[in-house]
T-cell receptor
Framework: GEDVEQSLFLSVREGDSSVINCTYT??????LYWYKQEPGAGLQLLTYIFSNMDMKQDQRLTVLLNKKDKHLSLRIADTQTGDSAIYFC????????FGTGTKLQVIP | GAGVSQSPSNKVTEKGKDVELRCDPI?????LYWYRQSLGQGLEFLIY????????KSGLPSDRFSAERTGGSVSTLTIQRTQQEDSAVYLC????????????FGPGTRLTVT
């Protein structure tokens, strides 16, 4: 399979929580990043987690890492219409690899 | 501005023509990356420059693609004899160090080959 996999699409209602998942294969990943891409724009670094951490919280964002299963997730609490974007995960290891991106649609 | 800039923002070209895409990285960043983002696809790594080292060209899809980085700063991605499947957004990113550090992305160049 692909080195980094994400669901292509997620739709949530405004105010609900969003959970975007990412699975990867490179066990040597030391940092794991999440990027946000708004329509017509480049990628913007959103948050990251070190591989020796299980969880990192930053305001409405919570990153969970299950290193054993090579699973990363990004939870957005109280999702807003401004959160509508494509979210890419990026494990940093031996390769320069990005996920396919998850398009988050927030329904007012 | 202090960010990564790319030009042009949009490029429409006819099949078979050559195109050049430009990237101005953040001043002082030694690493520079080129990616391609096709419609409905993820980011595809193309090429990576780190300082004066030989570039990592492992992601270039064919010999029609080439890139150079002059003086360790500005980079140009050249696509020769463009094909319709080359239509995509080409993103450039720079970082202060190889791999492990965050990359700062430019806004991209949208290339359309007709």
């Amino acid at each position: 399979g692909e080195d980094v996999e994400q669901s292509l699409f997620l739709s949530v209602r405004e105010g609900d929580s969003s959970v975007i998942n990412c699975t990867y294969t490179d066990s040597s990943s030391t940092y794991l990043y999440w990027y946000k891409q708004e329509p017509g724009a480049g990628l913007q670094l959103l948050t990251y987690i070190f591989s020796n951490m299980d969880m990192k919280q930053d305001q409405r964002l919570t990153v969970l890492l299950n290193k054993k299963d090579k699973h990363l997730s990004l939870r957005i609490a109280d999702t807003q219409t401004g959160d509508s974007a494509i979210y890419f995960c990026r494990p940093v290891g031996q390769k320069v690899t990005f996920g396919t991106g998850t398009k988050l649609q927030v329904i007012p | 501005g202090a960010g990564v800039s790319q030009s042009p923002s949009n490029k429409v070209t006819e099949k078979g023509k050559d195109v050049e895409l430009r990237c101005d990285p953040i001043s002082g960043h030694t690493a520079l990356y080129w990616y391609r983002q096709s419609l409905g696809q993820g980011l595809e790594f193309l090429i990576y420059f780190q300082g004066n080292s030989a570039p990592d060209k492992s992601g270039l899809p064919s010999d029609r693609f080439s890139a150079e980085r002059t003086g360790g700063s500005v980079s140009t991605l050249t696509i020769q004899r463009t094909q319709q499947e080359d239509s995509a957004v080409y993103l450039c990113a720079s970082s202060s160090k190889r791999g492990s550090y965050e990359q700062y992305f430019g806004p991209g160049t949208r290339l359309t080959v007709t």
